[in-house]
């Protein structure tokens, strides 16, 4: 019989601990940041408690889930109104999932591998311009924190690091001679980036008084208030603050610092392909969309300078 409406759904004991077995491989095994398996728990229990909630003649176990149970399950949230984007997320949290029972032999196949989720109209990253951001990091600070958080929207926006990568930064991963670092992106895989000279400024300053804050024998690169190596959360409140402090008018967060690094970059040179490197995309396809953002730069130029883009009558702003 169905569940009563008033009565809460949790999933079935044994899927939770077929799910916790499969985040242990994740980062263990696959050595996955902290904030990707939070995400693969995430999606998986929302799947495991929509089963669990189904007609009990129906109810089975996770790893039964079959092609046609999925299918329900996405077209449910598609009714919910939840976003093509975050259906294909839950989808390849699904896939990673089932790869792993295959090869544990505990499925015969994988059943999520020829569903795809309903598209969704594609977003366009929110970015700062150069100018709005040379404003907010004009001003210097004095103390310790201000300082660090300092460096790290410096180090943000110069080399467009994502948040996981870093939080995960030490001492050793930074040759300010060269100006370049190291970085470990998704999928455990490293890169280099370069440093930027204001960036590589900042941190130097970060380094003068870093001693004051971090423990002793701590390898990582920015520390917390306690000494030990930041949370990812930290960070994010920091720059609420740094940006608030600042008078920035709009939420200041990591990716917003990425997408901008990344956008500028593009704008400046058109090397596509120098900015997937730089961002550690392993697909083009996820580096293409800022293309779409440069190119609204440039119609945004042309409809104020094409003389069959502007309105009869006005001029345009500068005069070559």
């Known amino acids: 019989m169905p569940k009563h409406p008033d009565e809460p759904t949790v999933p079935r004991a044994q899927d939770i601990a ?17 904030h990707t398996a939070r995400a693969y728990r995430h999606d998986l229990l929302q799947i495991a408690t929509w089963l669990a909630a189904q007609d009990q003649r129906e109810v089975r176990s996770i790893e039964r889930l079959d092609e046609a ?16 984007q975050t259906l294909q997320r839950e989808l390849s949290s699904l896939r990673g999932f089932y790869r792993w029972l295959v090869r544990e032999n505990q499925a015969l196949a994988n059943p999520a591998v020829g569903i795809r989720a309903p598209k969704s109209p594609r977003t366009l990253p929110h970015t700062l311009d150069a100018d709005q951001l040379g404003a907010l990091l004009e001003p210097v600070d004095d103390d310790p ?6 460096a790290m929207v410096e180090l943000f926006y110069s080399s467009g690091l994502r948040l996981a990568e870093l939080v ?20 455990s895989k490293g890169r280099r980036v370069p440093v930027g000279r204001k960036a590589r400024a900042a941190i130097e300053r970060w380094l003068a008084v870093r001693p004051t804050l971090a423990n002793r ?18 960070v994010e409140k920091r720059l609420e603050r740094w940006a608030l402090e600042r008078g920035a008018g709009q939420h200041l967060h990591p990716h917003l610092l990425r997408h ?7 704008e400046s040179s058109g090397d596509l392909r120098a900015v997937q490197e730089l961002l550690g995309h392993a697909n083009i396809g996820t580096t ?4 779409h953002l440069d190119f609204q730069h440039l119609a945004q130029v042309y409809d104020q300078a094409h003389p069959r883009a502007r309105k009869k009558g006005s001029k345009p702003d500068e005069q070559p």
Do not use: C
């Not at 924190?145 to 300092?150: A, K, N, Q, S, V």
């Not at 293409?288 to 293309?291: A, E, K, L, V, W």
């Open 18 to 34: 077929l799910i916790e077995r499969f985040i242990a491989h994740l980062t263990h095994e696959r050595r996955l940041s902290e």
């Open 69 to 84: 149970g999925i299918r329900r399950y996405t077209a449910w949230r598609h009714r919910q109104g939840v976003s093509g």
């Open 145 to 150: 924190l201000g300082i660090r958080d300092t």
């Open 168 to 187: 995960s930064l030490d001492l050793g991963d930074l040759d300010l001679s060269e100006g370049e670092l190291g970085v470990i992106g998704k999928g």
């Open 217 to 234: 024998d701590e390898r990582a690169l920015f520390v917390s208030l306690r000494g030990g190596r930041i949370h990812p959360r930290t």
């Open 260 to 266: 901008s690094f990344a956008t500028h970059l593009l």
């Open 288 to 291: 293409q969309i800022y293309t």
